[in-house]
Structure formats: structure tokens, C-alpha cells
């Protein structure tokens, strides 16, 4: 998708690089720009060949300010979000009753924690954070390129969503005897006993989901010989947009202060280029197409919702039980000393 002025919307979509034929052969055309040059820095087998130039050109890190000032400014402007939310229910319910050798009750409690944490980038991969130079003086298809020498940068986008869901429910009851308070004399031997019996379920759900701008269903399939993988590269609707203007006679990119992207960039329908080999019936070279094209953007959440390509969830339960008894086993009868035994079960 390219973006040509700021604040509006896509002019075209077309692919960077396309398969065309001409004149019976094969010809690819593509979108260059002077970009991550360190990716051909240096190139031996140019050397080997004894092409003196072979290792073509190398980045300059930009450190001068007066290019692009990226302390006061973002190059994609307002058009990345990062956001959270959290919930959290906490409930609970207990009884007690007394009688007359102690008392008993009960406790049920649950828990629950919901986390949600989504961020959406424009430059979210490729060659997002690089200034490219567009040297191409015409288009794909061969109309003159209105841009030339204009700095560009493309990339592809993505929107990511994390979930962690957390839930407890928790279960206690206890009782007390007490049969020191007994009449019987033999009984009041048995001492004074407490028992607990406790259980529970942890449950943890960890989830990932990630979506990107696509082009729709009839596009993928004009362009791309009847695709419908929209996991493919072809689906994808990656943007280019400019960010200042030309610098084509320009004597050094120091000074030229390039404001990047100041206004949200967004396209629902525009018009989509394509090379359609199949244009002008057996024999021809094909075609340049255009036809209209619907653009998913997944800031909306349900079209991102309907546009994951990938997603993990992890899911952790744990059950608790245990049952602890207290019995004394030696005490003296002014309350002085008291020993007792846990007994525990897991």
C-alpha cells in the first residue's frame, strides 16, 4: 500500500516485486531503493568476478538530527498503540456453627484474573526503521514514477494480542472436638482435637495471537494464480509511505529535516495493481490489471480477530487436596504444656 502524501489515504496497492513477461521472456520488475545496503557489504563473489564496485553501498547510521529527528518523532507518526486491561473477581462465602464440644464450618472462596495485553505496529518487520530512497524513475508497469528521489519507508505491520486468564477455586471446612468438656471421665482422656480438610484447582491459561493487514479473497486470487493461502506473503498488505520530499539534487541529506508520518495512515478500498500473464490469450505477454481491492486492517478488532496467522495457548491445571489432624498427646492440667501431632494427607 503506498501512502504518497501524509494524512492520506493509499494511492495504489502492487506488489514490490513481480514475475511479468516481455517480449516472450521472463522479467521480474521491482521497487529498488537505496536501503539496507549492509545486506550486499562486502560481496565476494562480486569480487571474485572482478567487479571493483561489486560491494555496492553500505548504511549510514543516521546521527545528525537535522535528517530525521527520531528523539522528538516517531517514523510512523500516531499510527502504532500499545494497550492493557485487567480484571479481577474475588468472591468468597463461610459458615460457622458452635456446639457444645466446639465448633465446625466451611469456606468457599473464587478467584479470578484476566489480563489482556495487545499492541498493533506499523513497522512491526522487514525494513521498518530505515529510511529508503526512491530511485526508481518508473513504475512497475512503466509510468513515470511521480516520486523519484523521495525518501520511503516500507514495511510490513502487525498486531499482536497476549491473554492470561487465571482462575482458583478453593474449598475449606474445619471442625473442633473438644471432649475435655465431656462428663465421662474415660472420654475426657481423648483431649481436645482439630481437623481441616482442604482443597483446590489452579487453572492457568496462556494464550498468543497475531494478525496483519490482508488484501481480500479476490485480489490474492487475481495476483497470485488463484491463491488462497492468506498465510502467504502475497496476502499481506504491507505499507510504503513517504516521508518528505524529493532530494534527487540534493548535495547531502544533512539539513533536509524529513518530518515522517504526523497524522494517522489508513485504507479500506483503494485501487490494485497486478500482472496478469494470462491477458491477450496464448501466444501474448500479458498484462498490467488493476482492480479494486478491500484493505483488513487490524486495528479494527474484529477484522484482526479474522485475520490471525498464527496463535499458541497454554493451558496449566493443578489440583490440591490435603486433610491436616491435630490431636494432643500429652498435656497438664493447668494448661502449662500441650503436645500435639499433625497428621497430613496430600
Do not use: C
Not at 27 to 33: H, K, N, P, W
Not at 183 to 204: M, N, S
Amino acid at each position: 500500500m503506498v501512502y504518497e502524501a501524509d494524512g492520506s489515504t493509499g494511492s495504489r496497492l502492487n506488489y514490490a516485486w513481480e514475475n511479468t513477461v516481455r517480449d516472450g521472456s521472463q522479467f521480474r520488475a521491482f521497487t529498488v531503493g537505496l536501503t539496507k545496503g549492509n545486506q550486499w557489504y562486502p560481496s565476494p563473489t562480486a569480487a571474485a568476478s572482478g567487479i571493483e564496485f561489486g560491494s555496492f553501498f553500505q548504511d549510514e547510521e543516521i546521527v545528525d538530527r537535522s535528517v530525521f529527528d527520531w528523539v522528538e518523532h516517531r517514523l510512523d507518526g500516531p499510527n502504532a498503540f500499545e494497550r492493557e486491561r485487567f480484571d479481577v473477581i474475588n468472591a468468597s462465602y463461610d459458615q460457622t456453627w458452635d456446639y457444645a464440644l466446639g465448633s465446625y464450618g466451611f469456606e468457599f472462596s473464587y478467584m479470578e484474573e484476566g489480563m489482556e495485553r495487545s499492541w498493533f505496529d506499523l513497522l512491526g518487520g522487514g525494513r521498518g526503521y530505515f529510511i529508503t530512497l526512491d530511485i526508481n524513475t518508473t513504475l512497475n508497469w512503466g509510468g513515470a514514477n511521480p516520486n523519484f528521489g523521495r525518501p520511503y519507508v516500507a514495511s510490513g505491520n502487525q498486531r499482536q494480542q497476549n491473554n492470561i486468564d487465571r482462575n482458583v477455586k478453593r474449598g475449606t471446612a474445619f471442625y473442633e472436638l473438644n471432649l475435655k468438656e465431656t462428663d465421662g471421665q474415660i472420654l475426657k482422656w481423648f483431649g481436645r482435637h482439630t481437623g481441616t480438610v482442604f482443597g483446590q484447582e489452579y487453572e492457568i491459561d496462556r494464550g498468543t495471537i497475531n494478525g496483519r493487514n490482508m488484501v481480500d479473497a479476490a485480489y490474492l486470487a487475481a495476483s497470485q494464480n488463484g491463491s488462497t493461502n492468506f498465510n502467504s506473503g502475497g496476502a499481506q498488505a504491507r505499507s510504503q509511505f513517504y516521508v518528505g520530499p524529493s532530494v534527487a539534487n540534493a548535495g547531502t541529506h544533512i539539513g533536509a529535516n524529513f518530518p515522517g508520518i504526523t497524522s494517522v495512515i489508513r485504507t479500506d478500498s483503494t485501487t490494485g495493481w497486478y500482472f496478469d500473464e494470462a491477458a491477450g490469450g496464448e501466444g501474448s505477454d500479458g498484462a498490467w490489471a488493476t482492480m479494486p481491492v478491500t484493505i483488513g486492517d487490524v486495528r479494527d478488532d474484529a477484522t484482526f480477530y479474522n485475520q490471525i496467522y498464527s496463535e499458541s495457548l497454554n493451558r496449566q491445571v493443578t489440583d490440591s487436596e490435603a486433610y491436616v489432624h491435630h490431636r494432643p498427646t500429652s498435656s497438664t492440667r493447668n494448661g502449662s504444656l500441650e503436645l500435639g501431632v499433625a497428621e497430613r494427607m496430600k
